[in-house]
């Protein structure tokens, strides 16, 4: 990582009010990481983690199936083959259920190698998420000239081509720093989330990258070893509306909002932490549906 963008990250985390967040998300992460539910049996509860993610990642986007089922039983059934996309293939409730399920269960894939060729990793994140909703030409690859994104509108003029391609090279930098350990893990999620929504730099499907790419930063960066913390939920609280909140304040681009968004993701991510607890509970217990 630069000197640059080091500097940078380190003005970030002297913000009032930041350090004493982070250290209150690192001790939760800690304390989930030794739960005794999880000796011997960090995959099943890891996978859970995913299914419970990407109910709430759908739920983020608006995706929230009719009908009894509870979606996170319902995401269970389709992760085991017990359901597939199949049944609907025209509601678009479900397609983009199948992009949040696709896109967070491919971070179960991604370790620290892969991070060192960030730009493959959001172009493989990509094709996961938006499956066949774009024309191939445009998935993977960020917007060119002439080319739009309707997603968050309320952020904001979307940002020219060039201007995706400067702000997603610092993207690129931050993720590839995360095997080095050379910045603080949870603050380089938070950034590399914010940029990833705020600029936007896919035709659609862009949160739904952004929030798989916090998830993979926050295991392989070692802040949540086990991945079984669950970050989608910790946004998801409230039903999404600190998470859109907090986003609208990062992209105004001032030290107060970029504050109140790092006070968020610090915030997201104990409450993520909790419900890895609850994981780790149900797993120890038999309780998994």
Do not use: K
């Amino acid at each position: 990582m630069s000197a640059a963008t080091t500097d940078a990250l380190m003005r970030l985390e002297q913000l009032p009010g930041v350090a004493d967040a982070v250290a209150e998300a690192r001790d939760a992460c800690t304390s989930l990481r030794w739960h005794e539910g999880l000796r011997r049996r960090i995959p099943e509860a890891a996978a859970e983690s995913r299914v419970r993610g990407a109910a709430a990642s759908a739920l983020l986007e608006g995706a929230e199936p009719a009908g009894s089922q509870h979606s996170v039983d319902l995401v269970r059934d389709l992760v085991r083959g017990a359901r597939t996309f199949a049944e609907r293939p025209e509601d678009p409730v479900w397609r983009v259920l199948a992009g949040a399920v696709r896109v967070t269960s491919a971070t179960e894939r991604l370790g620290a190698t892969h991070l060192g060729a960030p730009g493959q990793v959001l172009a493989g994140l990509h094709a996961a998420a938006v499956g066949d909703l774009l024309p191939p030409a445009r998935v993977g690859r960020p917007r060119g000239p002439g080319e739009d994104c309707p997603e968050w509108a309320e952020l904001g003029d979307l940002p020219t081509p060039a201007e995706v391609r400067s702000r997603l090279a610092m993207v690129h930098e931050l993720i590839s720093s995360v095997p080095s350990g050379t910045g603080p893990v949870l603050l380089v999620a938070a950034v590399v989330h914010a940029e990833l929504v705020t600029v936007r730099p896919f035709g659609l499907g862009n949160a739904l990258v952004a929030r798989a790419v916090e998830r993979t930063i926050l295991r392989v960066g070692g802040l949540d070893p086990t991945g079984v913390a669950v970050p989608e939920v910790g946004h998801a609280d409230r039903a999404g509306t600190d998470y859109r909140g907090a986003l609208g304040a990062y992209a105004c681009g001032d030290p107060e909002g970029v504050r109140l968004w790092l006070l968020h993701v610090a915030e997201a991510v104990r409450r993520a932490a909790a419900e890895g607890v609850r994981v780790a509970d149900a797993v120890r217990a038999g309780r998994l549906g």
